[in-house]
Nanobody, 119 residues
């Protein structure tokens, strides 16, 4: 499994856009999955989006579908989360994680990065 590091967080206003990056080092496989999760203060961890390294399978959480887009760049071993039409409810610490093919859970996690949406 890969080691992961998030970048691109920050503070924005409602309606703005932000792109998060998840850089992976180490072994990656086309069947492995990179997911984005978030956790807001006082809330549990929430699934945001995921993509396999091949890029043919994507999924989104209900709260972000239609606003967020996930993509990957295999040459850079990086997964992106493009966040559009941001809302205050999107404020959270965002984590990327990897689930190996055949695994039951995401086993490798980044350190997390803060996204704050406020007026």
């Amino acid at each position: 499994q890969a080691q992961l590091k998030e970048s691109g967080g920050g503070s924005v206003q409602p309606g703005d856009s932000l792109r998060l990056s998840c850089a992976a080092s180490g072994r990656t496989d086309s069947s492995d999955v990179i997911g984005w999760f978030r956790q807001a203060p006082g809330k549990g961890r929430e699934f945001v989006a995921q993509i396999n390294w091949k890029g043919d399978h994507t999924a989104y959480g209900d709260s972000v579908r239609g606003r967020f887009l996930i993509a990957r760049d295999n040459d850079k071993s990086t997964v992106y989360l493009q966040m559009n039409s941001l809302k205050p409810e999107d404020t959270a610490v965002y984590y990327c994680a990897e689930r190996l093919f055949g695994a039951r859970q995401f086993g490798s996690w980044g350190q997390g990065i803060q996204v704050t949406v406020s007026s």
